[in-house]
Every structure is written in C-alpha cells, then in structure tokens.
C-alpha cells in the first residue's frame, strides 16, 4: 500500500515538473518558433503519430509494471531503453521538420 502511494506522489511530481518544464521552454523559443505555427505542428504530428502511439503504450506498460508487487527489472529496463529509443526517433523527426530543440522538449 505504501510503495503504491509512494509511486503515485512520485507520478504526479513528475507530471508537474514535466508541464512547469514545458511550459517554460515553449516561451524561450520566441514568437517566430515553428512550433508557434499550427500547421507545422499539425505536420509533426501526423508524421510522429506512430510513434507516438508506441511510446505512450511503452509509457503505460512501464506504469503497469512498477505498480506490481513484484517488479521484473528486465522487462523495466527493456521498457526505459524502448522508451528512450522512441523519444529519441520524435526528437530527432522534429529536429529534421525545422522545429528547435526547445519545442521538443
């Protein structure tokens, strides 16, 4: 029960310091940034869709699998490398379409 909670805290902290993050870079772009034009972005994110959708279940499972009561640390370890894999192949098609680094973030 306790590690559960614990892992919720830790989530939501996560997803906090993720939006404060995102939200801070969006702006240190400039107003010319790509990523303030919603065509390109529209374009980005039907080029990423795919992988998009593979991280976000790669996401979940990883979620899935530290909610067990017994953690395989393979499959945990497996999912982080795939999950870093895929946010690297978004970034780097971002990157490719002209957005700056700081809009992928």
Do not use: H, W
Request: with cysteine.
């Amino acid at each position: 029960m306790k590690r559960t909670f614990t892992y919720g805290i830790v989530a939501a902290l996560g997803i906090m310091v993720g939006g404060v993050a995102y939200a801070a870079t969006c702006t240190s772009c400039g107003d010319d940034a790509k990523c303030k034009n919603p065509q390109a972005v529209q374009q980005f994110k039907e080029n990423t869709a795919p992988l998009r959708k593979s991280l976000n279940e790669k996401e979940i499972a990883l979620r899935a699998e530290y909610g067990m009561n017994s953690i395989d640390s393979n499959r945990t370890t497996d999912l982080e490398n795939q999950i870093g894999e895929l946010k690297e192949k978004i970034r780097s098609a971002g990157e490719q379409m002209g957005f700056a680094p700081c809009c992928l973030s």
